[in-house]
C-alpha cells in the first residue's frame, strides 16, 4: 500500500533509553550453563541491558518519548496520539501508553497500545501515519518499549540469553514530498502462532498456583521455527516493497532489520542480496529489544552521521503472531531546516 495524494509522512524526531544496568554474556554463562563463546556464537550479542527492579515499561518509554520530543523541538500539547507497541505492558489494563500520555504530559493525545511483538514499531508507525497522512493529527508519538527479561525463564538457556530491555520513540509528522515513507507491506502468519508465546497471564489461563508452578508465565519459543518463518518473512516483505517503488536493492543505502539475532539477520541480508557493510546493527550491545530494536538502531545511526538526508532505509521485522512488516523510507533529515534557521 502506498501513501498517494495525502500528505507525506516521516520521522521528525528520534529518541532512544536503555537502562543503566548491564549483563554480559559472562554473567550470563553462571546462570545457564553456556560459556559465554557459546552464548556469542549462536545470537551475536555481548551485553544486554536490563531494566531496574522499579523500572517498568512505561519508564523507558517515557524516557525515549521525552528525548524524541526534544529532537521535534516541539511540546508535549503538540502531540496528537501516543502509541506504545509492547508485548510487555505494565499491567493488562489500562494500556501502558495511558500512562505515557499522563507522564508526558500530552493532556490532548488519544492513547493506545499495539501488540504486534518485535514487528510491532513498523506496525505502530504505519497505523500512525495514516491519522498524520489524512490530516487527523498534526504529530504522533510512536513509542517500541519493552522490559521482556521480566517474562524470561533463567533456566531456558534457548530465551534467556537473547533479549534485552530498551525504548526507542519517533515523532512522525509531515515531510516534503518525496520524503517519508514511500510503501509497507504488512502481514501475519496467524497458523505460526505458538512458535513464539507466553502462555499465561490472560483470559485463558489466568494467573493461578498451577501457572506459576508450571512456569507458563514466561516466554516459550521454538527456535528452529522462529529463524525458518523470520528469515522467509522478511526477505519477501521487504522484496515487496521494493517492488512496489521500483527501487532496486542497490539503491538502499540502509537495510534496518529487526535485531533478533545475528544469524538471522546475515540470513536476511544473503538472501535480499544486500551487503553487511549496509545493514544497521547493533544488537551485539543491547540484545532482543523486540518492538524497541528498529528505533534503537535508527537512532543511533542517525545521531552518529551514518544516516544521512535522502536515504533510502529499508525497514523489516518480524515477530510473535506470527507478524511481519516492512517499510521503505527516504530519510528526511529533521535538523537540516534548522541549521538554515
Not at 68 to 76: C, D, H, N, V, W
Not at 111 to 133: E, H, K, R, T
Not at 143 to 161: C, F, H, K, M, S
Not at 171 to 196: N, R
Request: charged share 20%; hydrophobic share 45%; net charge negative.
Amino acid at each position: 500500500m502506498r501513501l498517494e495524494e495525502r500528505l507525506a509522512v516521516g520521522i521528525v524526531g528520534m529518541g532512544s533509553y536503555v537502562p543503566e544496568k548491564i549483563v554480559t554474556n559472562k554473567d550470563l554463562s553462571v546462570t545457564v550453563s553456556a560459556d559465554e563463546e557459546w552464548i556469542f556464537t549462536r545470537t551475536g550479542m555481548l551485553t544486554r541491558h536490563v531494566a531496574l527492579p522499579q523500572q517498568a515499561t512505561s519508564d523507558l518509554a517515557v524516557m525515549a518519548a521525552r528525548r524524541a520530543l526534544q529532537e521535534a523541538k516541539i511540546s508535549p500539547d503538540d502531540i496528537g496520539l501516543v502509541i506504545v507497541a509492547t508485548s510487555t505492558p505494565d499491567m493488562l489494563f489500562p494500556a501502558t501508553a495511558c500512562l505515557v500520555q499522563d507522564q508526558l504530559g500530552c493532556s490532548q493525545a488519544a492513547a493506545f497500545d499495539l501488540s504486534a511483538g518485535c514487528s510491532g514499531f513498523l506496525y505502530a508507525m504505519m497505523v500512525g501515519a495514516q491519522f498524520i497522512a489524512n490530516q487527523i493529527y498534526r504529530n504522533v508519538l510512536v513509542i517500541g518499549a519493552e522490559v521482556l527479561t521480566r517474562v524470561n525463564d533463567p533456566t531456558d538457556r534457548e530465551t534467556y540469553i537473547l533479549f534485552g530491555d530498551g525504548a526507542g520513540a519517533a515523532v512522525i509528522g509531515a515531510v516534503p514530498p518525496e520524503y517519508g515513507i514511500l510503501a509497507t507491506q504488512l502481514g501475519c502468519y496467524g497458523d505460526k502462532a505458538y512458535i513464539l508465546y507466553l502462555p499465561a497471564g490472560g483470559a485463558r489461563l489466568p494467573a493461578s498456583e498451577e501457572t506459576v508452578q508450571k512456569k507458563l508465565h514466561f516466554t516459550r519459543m521454538n527456535g528452529r521455527e522462529v529463524f525458518k518463518w523470520a528469515v522467509m518473512s522478511m526477505s519477501n516483505c521487504s522484496e515487496q516493497v521494493l517492488a512496489q517503488t521500483g527501487i532496486s536493492i542497490e539503491n538502499i543505502d540502509f537495510l534496518v532489520p529487526h535485531q533478533a539475532n545475528q544469524r538471522i539477520i546475515d540470513a536476511c541480508a544473503k538472501r535480499l542480496g544486500i551487503p553487511l557493510e549496509k545493514v544497521l546493527i547493533n544488537l551485539d550491545r543491547y540484545g532482543n529489544t523486540s518492538a524497541a530494536t528498529i528505533p534503537l538502531v535508527m537512532e543511533e545511526a542517525f545521531r552518529e552521521g551514518k544516516i544521512k538526508n535522502g536515504h533510502h532505509l529499508l525497514l523489516t521485522a518480524s515477530g510473535t503472531g506470527f507478524t511481519w512488516g516492512a517499510m521503505l523510507m527516504r530519510w528526511y533529515d529533521y535538523k537540516l531546516d534548522r541549521k538554515k534557521e
